[in-house]
């Protein structure tokens, strides 16, 4: 009996090992097949691991193929460390000699103003100049901008001339021609800009003008004829109603390494960052102190009328040395009467005129001249950072008849 009772138990114990093992062995999951044929994904699911685990196969590196280090060779120090490099610092560029400028962009103006000087010595070279040939003349000089004064002025010197000295070949009559048109744009005309430092305090430069005339590119190319005259230059950026005016002027700024004083709040007080400006530029003890300002709509009372606070306040550090109007050659009569408003207003001191280079009007420079009683002292003949010069009368006029 015990036999038997030994011998179902040794039977029970072989049955749950068996039942064990086929529930151990899952379906998909050989663990006795070699790893090669296994397949992640298709006989089992991939575990953690598997994907990153390297073959079997896999050659170990051995102590062999390791590099050890000499014992001669010379302990590291801190010195051997790399340091890690700094930014580099920006270029700064040595912006072109101003003395020249007027003569060296003189073909660029002729090649888009000589329309005016060609037309005016194709009538004077007829063989009979006749009041009606008079009348032509007159009108071309209104074309381009003279205005009705100057070129009713001219025309009768010019006449009168021509009739005395019986002028008819056309060295004569250029000769006659540019004469005139010098007197009129005024060879004898104080143009120097007051950017001279006073004993105390830097000279200050206020640059006015309505958007879109290239005022805060004007001021920018400004410093860069500065600096090229070996002064030192602050820029303040009062242009606090357009988001990239105050970034245009201080990159302009860095490129010859001059510093811009601006407010990092859009629409801050102008007042207070032209006042700003003035005042770094006294700790500094720099030279000129060049402010840009808002474009402002001569149609706009309340602008102008802050335009004005500028200035007033500005002025509790000193006089304003410049107000420069900053005009589009382009505009014609419109300019003019941009350039009536602002003077009221601040008392312009000098003009500059933009794209003088793409326009056959050059008339405006005697036109605007002759209205305010204020001269020409800066014109910009293209886009390049050094194409703005001070303007010389008798380079522009042989541009005019190139």
């Known amino acids: 009996m015990e036999l038997v009772i030994a011998l179902a138990v040794a039977l029970a114990v072989v049955a749950a090992g068996v039942l064990v093992g086929l529930l151990r062995r899952r379906p998909g999951r050989d663990r006795t097949a070699p790893p090669g044929e296994r397949r992640p994904g298709v006989d089992y699911r991939p575990g953690v691991g598997d994907d990153a685990e390297e073959p079997r196969d896999t050659p170990l590196r051995t102590v062999e193929t390791v590099q050890a280090p000499s014992l001669d060779a010379p302990a590291a120090t801190d010195a051997d460390v ?95 021609l540019r004469e005139e048109l010098l007197r009129v744009v005024g060879p004898d005309t104080d143009r120097s800009l007051a950017v001279e430092r006073h004993p105390d305090r830097p000279a200050v430069v206020l640059v006015v003008g309505v958007n879109g005339t ?105 006089p304003v040395d410049e107000v420069l109007l900053v005009l589009d050659a382009t505009t014609g009569q419109n300019g003019m009467r941009q350039a009536q408003v602002f003077s009221e207003v601040v008392d312009v001191t000098g003009i500059v005129l933009t794209k003088l280079d793409g326009t056959a009007k050059g008339g405006i420079v005697v036109a605007v001249q002759r ?19 001070p303007f010389e009368p008798e380079a522009f006029v042989d541009a005019l008849l190139a």
């Not at 004077?124 to 009348?135: A, I, N, P």
């Not at 400006?277 to 402002?296: Q, S």
């Not at 305010?372 to 002292?377: A, D, E, N, T």
């Not at 014109?379 to 703005?388: P, Q, R, S, T």
């Open 82 to 176: 790399a340091e890690p490099s700094a930014p580099a610092a920006p270029t700064v560029e040595r912006p072109a000699p101003v003395a020249g400028r007027m003569v060296r962009l003189r073909e660029r103006l002729s090649r888009s103003s000589s329309t005016l000087g060609r037309g005016l010595l194709t009538l004077l070279s007829r063989e009979t100049v006749d009041e009606t040939t008079w009348e032509e003349v007159e009108e071309t000089l209104l074309l381009a901008d003279l205005g009705v004064g100057p070129a009713t002025e001219l025309v009768d010197r010019l006449r009168e001339r021509v009739r005395v000295l019986g002028a008819r070949e056309p060295d004569q009559v250029r000769a006659l």
């Open 214 to 318: 290239g005022k805060t590119t004007t001021v920018g190319k400004l410093a860069r004829v500065l600096v090229a005259q070996d002064k030192d230059v602050v820029l303040g950026a009062a242009d606090t109603f357009r988001a990239a005016a105050a970034d245009q002027l201080q990159t302009w700024g860095e490129r010859v390494g001059v510093p811009t004083v601006r407010s990092d709040r859009e629409g801050a007080d102008p007042a207070s960052v032209a006042f700003d400006a003035v005042k770094a530029g006294i700790e500094v003890e720099a030279d000129v102190v060049l402010i840009d300002t808002a474009g402002r709509l001569q149609n706009k009372v309340g602008l102008m009328d802050e335009l004005g606070k500028v200035k007033r306040v500005v002025e509790r550090h000193g």
């Open 371 to 389: 209205e305010l009683g204020v001269p020409v002292k800066l014109v910009g003949l293209g886009e390049g950072a050094d194409d703005l010069a």
